[in-house]
């Protein structure tokens, strides 16, 4: 056999299995190409549902955080709420205190806080047999806050709100100012040395 007649021979076999070869191709590679696509789709379907998980993962860590939040709120205002019953129940349990404003305040006025106890509503008087009538409130707690330019008008002018004749005293909780504090034992110093027959120093 010649060359030639190999090679006819060897295309006629490549042919005749060529064929059967393609018509299978043709049965199976459609598929095969869907199958392909449907992989990428997939694909892109999975990624997007690990992005979307991850949107849902952030979300609910931030829920989390605001309820943690909004848990710390609510004990702190919960704590203050009851920091605010005990000073009211305290506040409520104090016995009454009446405040009377003597003077008016001006700026340049200092004010000055006086204890003021009436004689005749005391308990001291009560057992004592006495029965004058007296304005409950003298029973209680009473300050007067004094607006005057020094301690001595202070005096002045609270001895003549409550004069001692009518049974009023009075102990004064703010003394003069330091000032004043200082020119009185200034005074005071004046004096003794001029008791004790010496020269004042200036």
């Known amino acids: ?5 190999l090679l006819l021979i060897a295309i006629a076999v490549i042919m005749m299995v060529a064929v059967p070869m393609v018509v299978m191709m043709k049965d199976f590679l459609p ?13 892109n379907r999975i990624y997007v549902l690990h992005s979307e998980a991850h949107d849902l993962q952030d979300r609910v860590n931030r829920l989390i955080a605001n ?8 004990h ?33 006025l ?12 005391s308990a001291k008087a009560r057992t004592s047999g006495d029965r004058v009538p007296v304005n409950p ?9 004094v607006w005057a330019h020094n301690f001595e008008e202070a005096k002045q002018l609270v001895e003549t709100a409550f004069p001692f004749k009518l049974g009023y005293t009075k102990n004064f909780v703010v003394k003069a100012s ?14 003794e040395a001029a008791t004790a027959g ?3 120093e200036p």
């Open 1 to 5: 056999m010649t060359t030639t007649t």
């Open 137 to 145: 409130i003298w029973r209680q707690t009473n300050v007067a806050e």
């Open 76 to 108: 702190r205002v919960e704590s203050d709420i009851r920091k605010m019953e005990k000073a009211m129940n305290e506040l409520a349990d104090q016995p009454p205190l009446y405040v009377h404003e003597v003077g008016d305040p001006q700026a340049g």
């Open 198 to 200: 010496e020269p004042a």
């Open 178 to 191: 330091e000032s004043e504090r200082v020119a009185e034992r200034a005074r005071k110093a004046v004096a």
């Open 110 to 121: 200092q004010k000055f806080t006086v204890n003021l106890v009436l004689e005749r509503a």
């Open 31 to 43: 598929p095969m190409i869907e199958r392909s696509a449907n992989i990428d789709k997939l694909e």
């Open 67 to 74: 309820r943690n939040r909004q848990s710390s709120d609510l």
